[in-house]
């Protein structure tokens, strides 16, 4: 059935950032029509958004998440980062079997989708890692997701511990089950966890298929300041700045690499590939040029209750409605607001 998106602001996201007022129509996954002519060519019955003083915009791309750690959150939050995983986040994960993975990333997912956001970057654990990719495919988001790669280590409990081989073999695996999956909304990453966790051989062993089967390597750089020591100790070189480009030939950054979070690599000659790895080339690897309102373009958007882009960034009120691959996947008919202490309650200009 036809979906029309009715009487809203369109903030394209184009390359001119036109806005302005109109419908938008969808079919079969995709926008077939915006502005004038939309109403009419609409076949029906067709399923009508009342999007009146709504901003209708691209759905939000979250660029690293972890779907399997949804239901570890606040357990450990005060913990510096090796800790946190030796003592907490590893042996949770190696606890997972595929129901609490699934509810994971079910929950995960529920929660990404009802803020807004149609496309993830996921990165998953060892294991277990069907049942996130299978949650991904039902949700009707669109995801690139990987299970974690992880052949060397201390602390590393047992469920998580595995050789270069299996981890290689099961990515590949996984690659030839899911990626590609549900018309393309699905596609795999190879996932080395971080430096600390991977031998030469899994990095280069990950690089060179991410390069064969042109998808994407995801990992982790540059997050903590014991980290960064305890990188420096291990291999006698930094993760951002040096690590990743002694194991090859195979250039981190001459395939699709996403490097995540690398807080601590700002004052260093690393900026350049941080800045590259966190804007240039996330942006490609997540198809961001793709995110915008356009006929023929997949829709993904979000319908929020306020007029303008400014105004929902402001307020950041739970968007009306969420469509992901032209199925609505969110509604929501309230809002909630953050109340600050000593602060006026519910401001708006
Ligand atoms: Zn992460």
Request: net charge negative; hydrophobic share 45%.
């Amino acid at each position: 059935m036809d979906l029309l998106v009715s009487g809203g602001t369109i903030v394209t996201c184009d390359g001119q950032n036109r806005a302005f007022e109109g419908d938008l129509l969808v079919r079969a996954g995709r926008i077939a029509a915006i502005g004038d002519g939309a109403r009419r060519a609409a076949l029906r019955p067709a399923r009508v958004l009342d999007a009146r003083g709504c901003a209708v915009m691209p759905g939000l791309v979250q660029a690293h998440i972890h779907l399997c750690q949804v239901l570890f959150r606040g357990m450990a939050d005060d913990l510096p980062l090796l800790d946190w995983l030796k003592n907490r986040i590893w042996p949770l994960e190696a606890a997972h079997d595929e129901k609490s993975a699934r509810a994971s990333a079910e929950l995960g997912l529920l929660e990404a989708m009802r803020a807004g956001t149609t496309t993830i970057l996921d990165m998953g654990t060892v294991r277990a890692h069907d049942a996130i990719m299978d949650a991904c495919v039902r949700s009707g988001i669109r995801a690139i997701s990987g299970k974690t790669m992880m052949d060397v280590g201390e602390g590393v409990p047992r469920g998580l511990r595995e050789t270069t081989k299996s981890s290689l073999d099961e990515s590949d695996r996984l690659l030839r089950d899911w990626d590609g999956h549900a018309g393309g909304r699905i596609r795999y990453a190879y996932a080395p966890r971080f430096i600390l966790s991977c031998s030469e051989k899994l990095v280069r062993g990950a690089a060179e298929r991410a390069k064969q089967h042109d998808v994407i390597v995801h990992s982790h750089v540059a997050e903590h300041p014991s980290e960064r020591a305890a990188v420096r100790s291990a291999l006698g070189q930094d993760d951002i700045e040096d690590a990743f480009y002694p194991f090859g030939r195979h250039n981190m950054a001459e395939i699709a690499f996403l490097a995540a979070h690398a807080l601590e690599a700002v004052d260093s000659a690393g900026i350049d590939l941080v800045y590259d790895a966190v804007t240039t080339t996330a942006a490609t690897v997540l198809g961001v040029a793709r995110h915008r309102l356009e006929v023929g373009g997949n829709a993904d958007l979000v319908v929020h209750r306020e007029a303008t882009l400014r105004s929902v960034l402001a307020h950041h009120d739970a968007p009306a409605y969420v469509v992901a691959s032209g199925q609505v996947v969110a509604t929501s008919t309230s809002s909630t607001k953050l109340r600050l202490p000593g602060g006026e309650p519910d401001v708006r200009e």
